[in-house]
T-cell receptor, first 113, second 111 residues
Framework: DAGVTQSPTHLIKTRGQQVTLRCSPK?????VSWYQQALGQGPQFIFQYYEEEERQRGNFPDRFSGHQFPNYSSELNVNALLLGDSALYLC????????????FGPGTRLTVL | ELKVEQNPLFLSMQEGKNYTIYCNYS?????LYWYRQDPGKSLESLFVLLSNGAVKQEGRLMASLDTKARLSTLHITAAVHDLSATYFC???????????FGTGTRLTIIP
């Protein structure tokens, strides 16, 4: 049973560029959440997708957008990258009718130069 | 705004000793989760606590929840080096499934 997968593993971009990160949820899960984890801090909630709609959103600017596909996989897009966007981006999946236990993928390490 | 605080932030302890990590949260929450994170890695789910008085145990780790005190504890028994990691607690509520994470406790077990 495959767990949560994310791609790419690492990414280096320059300020002002745009980036797309991808996530495939654990088998049987229908909800995908995205988190940003800066070095030495706890993960911060970006948004959550269910039934291809953004269900909840954290305190992140509109530069951060996402999408969920019919197969439950998801993308996170960040436009106009800033140096402060450098972080580990974590995708988590869960089953909406369960306990909301979220299973995390390996993450994408984004470096903005 | 919901705030989740853990203490201590850093903990260095000898193998074989017992210790407790504390997680306090500021508003009513329905569920509490404990995660482990190794350096440069993702988060591994350890425990899900769903009700007041819930206690879960796995190996040398035991987690409990007191919703009235808004407090969860993660107790480590007879620590071993393999338990060295950063431990996070997180809370959410029914209808508000985003996880709000604590500050993390960086645990180092010294031989």
């Amino acid at each position: 049973d495959a767990g949560v997968t994310q791609s790419p593993t690492h990414l280096i971009k320059t300020r002002g560029q745009q980036v797309t990160l991808r996530c495939s949820p654990k088998s049987g899960h229908d909800t995908v959440s995205w988190y940003q984890q800066a070095l030495g801090q706890g993960p911060q909630f970006i948004f959550q997708y269910y039934e291809e709609e953004e269900r909840q959103r954290g305190n992140f600017p509109d530069r951060f957008s996402g999408h969920q596909f019919p197969n439950y996989s998801s993308e996170l897009n960040v436009n106009a990258l800033l140096l402060g966007d450098s972080a580990l981006y974590l995708c988590a999946s869960s089953f909406t009718s369960g306990t909301n236990e979220q299973f995390f993928g390996p993450g994408t390490r984004l470096t903005v130069l | 705004e919901l705030k989740v605080e853990q203490n201590p932030l850093f903990l260095s302890m000898q193998e074989g000793k017992n210790y407790t990590i504390y997680c306090n949260y500021s508003t009513t929450s329905d569920r509490l989760y404990w995660y482990r994170q190794d350096p440069g890695k993702s988060l591994e789910s350890l425990f899900v606590l769903l009700s007041n008085g819930a206690v879960k145990q796995e190996g040398r780790l035991m987690a409990s929840l007191d919703t009235k005190a808004r407090l969860s504890t993660l107790h480590i028994t007879a620590a071993v080096h393999d338990l060295s990691a950063t431990y996070f607690c997180a809370v959410d509520s029914f209808g508000n499934e985003k996880l709000t994470f604590g500050t993390g406790t960086r645990l180092t077990i010294i031989p």
